[in-house]
């Protein structure tokens, strides 16, 4: 799977094999915690921020909608204002980068939120916001911006949600990233229920 440049590579090794006399099969996992779908929560860039076990699974599961978005290398105020938010606090954005997810190789021209959109959504009392590339901002962008604007607002990031084959629209959102004690971050099976 895709990895984002210098992060640690997902990796399974066999520990214990039946094939080798083991009484059962039992893998050794070794990635990042930023790898596949996860979450972004604000201690991924805040002193003191809430850890992934901390997150209320009240922000994580809930109704929401998946945002058409593509067609666009940014998604910026302009587009999120033309967008049917309506009341929705929990936002997926479907890009144009659904194929590049299933490649193994980065694609460093990935569309992504720019800031007036993220401060937009911080206004919308968005409390939970996805998109489905392994970053939400632009690639390389200094000091982060966005991720900053939404985690010190208290809005959840989720990245590298598969959302190729979802038709925009509202859902019912289930986003359960695995409760990891005082990690910065987990991956997460994000599942959408019409
Ligand atoms: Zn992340």
């Known amino acids: 799977m895709v990895t984002f440049p210098g992060d640690p590579p997902f990796e399974m090794q066999p520990y214990f094999q039946r094939s080798k006399g083991d009484p059962f099969d039992l893998a050794l996992l070794s990635m990042g915690t930023h790898l596949g ?12 921020g809430a850890t992934v076990d901390e997150i209320p699974l009240e922000a994580l599961v809930g109704p929401g909608v998946v945002l058409d978005m593509r067609g666009k290398s940014q998604v910026d105020r302009q587009a999120l204002e033309e967008a049917p938010i309506e009341d929705h606090t929990r936002v997926l954005l479907k ?26 959504l911080v206004e919308r009392k968005v409390c939970l916001v996805g998109i489905d590339y392994l970053s939400i901002e632009r ?14 607002s208290g809005v959840l990031v989720v990245e590298g949600a598969h959302l190729l084959e979802v038709p925009p629209g509202p859902y019912e959102i289930f986003c359960l990233p695995l409760r990891i004690k005082g990690a910065d971050g987990a991956p997460a099976r994000l599942i959408l229920r019409r």
């Open 37 to 48: 779908t996860h979450v972004d929560p604000p201690a991924h860039y805040l002193d003191g």
């Open 95 to 120: 890009t144009d980068n659904g194929p590049l997810l299933l490649d193994p190789s980065f694609h460093e021209d990935y569309a992504h939120l720019t800031e007036d959109g993220a401060r937009y």
């Open 139 to 152: 690639y390389k962008n200094p000091g982060a911006p966005v991720h900053h604007i939404l985690l010190e």
